[in-house]
């Protein structure tokens, strides 16, 4: 059996129909940028974040940017991200003129606030979490650290929209946060594609002005800006697969379900924690990263018979990259990144699929 880590070419191909369709009837009027469709896909998508407003933007690294360019971040300014995220969480700081200052992680792989607590100094900024694997951080900890601290905080939600942390969506809790809608992102778009959320009018003014040349809602220059605006047809493409978003979350929490009863008892695994809906943290599983003794000869096993899987940010934490400036010594990033592997998670895979990943690493570990 073939299982690819993802199939990016269903992400078309499954709903050929219906994408043919919306592109026929928006390119036909010549609808293309700043439409009904986008304005559509904005309004729903804040009403699924119970959020006040999202905006459309090119790309989630735009998000992050724009948020930190509103946050007027001086030279010397600090923001405390986790070292287990995109190098793209860290150069949004850059960006916006800040110094990224990656810390240690927790047993799920997000940023601990303890070690959060323990970097802050006199140039700290603002806090940086990242909502990893469609998995929500103890943003109650977070939240009481930055406002005792007088810290703003932007969330990170490249892989977490959907997800909750003690009823609440991620996403919502911070000054403003961004969303990728990247292909293989659990609602994925057919190419870059981004959204900033947001509740406070006014931020929600300067950040819809910065996202398109500093031009206001009626069309009048008031700042510099940059174009970073979400084309209309992959926000009508998004505002479609928008309906059934649901849907997909329960079958992703399905699959990881199917994993933990089947890798559970393995004892060279160490596992996400299962979906639950008693817990406080409601995951939506955009990826199902595990951490494996003898790693790398798991993956190559795997591989070896037609299983993809894949080590994140090509097997480096922000506090590994020397060239970047950030290096650091954070014994918990440094196990887990020794340690982790990610499984094909996504709706294309049925249920023997998954069981014959299970199979496969089993037969690893037994052997």
Request: charged residues 25%.
């Amino acid at each position: 059996m073939k299982v690819p880590f993802f199939d990016y070419s269903r992400a078309y191909t499954d709903d050929r129909a219906d994408i043919m369709r919306i592109i026929d009837t928006v390119a036909g009027r010549g609808g293309f940028i700043l439409q009904k469709e986008l304005e559509d896909f904005e309004n729903n998508l804040a009403e699924f974040c119970g959020a006040e407003r999202a905006i459309g933007v090119a790309n989630a690294t735009d998000g992050l940017e724009l948020a930190w360019m509103t946050a007027g971040l001086k030279p010397g300014d600090e923001v405390i991200c986790s070292a287990h995220t995109m190098l793209a969480t860290a150069s949004s700081i850059v960006v916006a003129g800040g110094i990224p200052v990656p810390v240690d992680i927790e047993q799920d792989g997000l940023i601990n606030p303890d070690a959060v607590s323990d970097a802050i100094n006199s140039r700290t900024r603002g806090i940086m979490p990242t909502q990893l694997n469609g998995r929500v951080c103890r943003m109650d900890k977070l939240m009481d650290i930055a406002k005792k601290n007088d810290l703003l905080v932007v969330e990170d939600c490249a892989q977490a929209l959907g997800a909750k942390y003690d009823n609440k969506n991620a996403g919502t809790f911070g000054f403003a946060s961004a969303i990728s809608f990247y292909p293989a992102k659990v609602l994925g778009c057919l190419g870059d594609g981004g959204a900033i959320i947001v509740n406070e009018p006014e931020l929600y003014q300067t950040l819809y002005e910065l996202h398109d040349h500093g031009r206001g809602l009626d069309g009048k220059v008031k700042r510099w800006g940059r174009n970073s605006r979400l084309d209309n047809i992959q926000a009508a493409i998004l505002d479609f697969r928008l309906k059934t978003y649901d849907t997909v979350i329960y079958r992703r929490r399905s699959i990881a379900g199917l994993y933990q009863s089947r890798l559970g008892e393995i004892e060279e695994l160490q596992l996400p924690k299962g979906p639950s809906l008693t817990d406080v943290n409601f995951d939506i599983f955009q990826n199902y990263e595990i951490l494996a003794t003898r790693r790398d000869e798991l993956k190559c096993y795997l591989r070896e018979r037609g299983v993809g899987s894949l080590i994140q940010w090509g097997g480096e934490a922000l506090s590994q990259i020397g060239e970047l400036g950030m290096t650091a010594y954070l014994p918990a990033t440094e196990d887990y990144f020794k340690r982790c592997l990610m499984l094909p998670m996504n709706c294309f895979l049925d249920d023997d699929n998954v069981h014959y990943v299970c199979d496969v690493i089993s037969d690893f570990y037994r052997s």
